[in-house]
Structure formats: C-alpha cells, structure tokens
C-alpha cells in the first residue's frame, strides 16, 4: 500500500480520535439520573404549559414535547427541586408527584471501557497497515472503518449518559378543572323555591 495512501488514513483516524475524545470522569462522579412524573388539575392547560416551559428555559433547561395535556422538560438536575414547587404552585390540585432515581454507574464504566478498548485495538491496526501485502491492508482497513463506527456509537452512547446525569427529566401531566355551577341548595323562603329562575332570565333578554 502506497506510504502517502497510509498516512492520509492514519490522519484521518488520530484526528476522529482526538475530537472524540471524553474525560475519563464525569465532574464530581456524579452517577444518578432522577426524573420527575406529575399529575395536576389545573383551570387553564394551555398557560400553564407556557409557564412551565418558559420557567424551564429561563433555568437553563428545554422542553421536549408540550401540548395542553402533557408537557416533557429536561431541567438541571440542582433544578428538579424548583421545578416541583413551580408545578405545585400552578396546580388547582395536585393529583400525584413521584420521583425516580436510576444509577448509570454500571453503563458508564461499561461504555468508558469499551471505548478504550477499541481505540487500543484501532491503534495496533495502524502500525500493521504498512507491513503486510494488499489482501492484508484491505482487510485491515474494513477492520479500522469498523472499528471507528463502533466507536462513535459507543460516544453517542456516553454523551446520552452524561446528558441524563447532568439534566433530570420530568413529566407534567395536566388535567382540566372544570368550573362546576354551585349545588341547587333549597331557600329557606318556600316562596322562592318555587320560582324558576332559569325561565325569568330568559324571559327578560327576550
């Protein structure tokens, strides 16, 4: 294989290594992803997700889905606390707030290792592509190309990881509350009862 066909190919991998590279810790190895789900009954649906998810925004987070019966935010994790008062306080009533926690530690170590460990094979690969012949090359090349894709997906997957431990995830279920008129309780003036109302208010806009 041509010396300047090895070289180009050699750049290209040291420079897909180099702008993927990850830190070997998450700041503060923090490994928890908690999440948020809410159920409340609110008078207005539709302003109370534009509230939510400006609050979200002005706090550095971003919604995912918002409608007038459910709205999907992720928050930063120091925020999920705020979050909770702010989805309390818009509630007519609250119907149920549960929060979860979900350790990553284990799936971190995982992909860190596994990143690792293919980058430590992608590098012999290149020490062997000028000593063998062209079937050889060939060969090592479609390993390096696999290599470099299993890579990348294993990063994404490291990237998803760190998003879910730096942002909580919460979800606002909105209920409408409806006004209800008020019960027909009977006067305790029997003349009264005895008027219909209904027909005197029609009665007088005819």
Known sequence: MPLPVI??????????????TFPTQIHGEQYLSRSMRAQIMVADPERTAQRITAWTERSGGYY???????????????????LRALTEKEAEQVVSI????????ESIIR??????????ILRKNLLYLDRT?????LAIE????RLLQEIENLKGRL???TADIKFARAEI?????????????PSSFQWINTIDFYGFVQGGNE
């Open 98 to 105: 549960n929060f979860e926690a979900l350790d990553l530690r």
């Open 173 to 185: 279920h909105l209920s409408f509350t409806e006004q209800t008129l008020p019960q027909d309780v």
């Open 111 to 120: 992909t860190r290792s596994g990143i690792q460990s293919r980058e430590g």
């Open 159 to 161: 990237r998803k990881l």
């Open 64 to 82: 995912i889905f918002k409608s007038m019966d459910l709205v999907v935010v992720r928050v930063p994790m120091e925020d999920l606390e705020k």
């Open 7 to 20: 070289f180009a190919l050699c750049a290209v991998v040291l420079v897909f290594l180099f702008s993927l």
């Open 142 to 145: 479609r390993e390096i190309f």
């Open 133 to 137: 012949d062209v079937a050889g090359t």
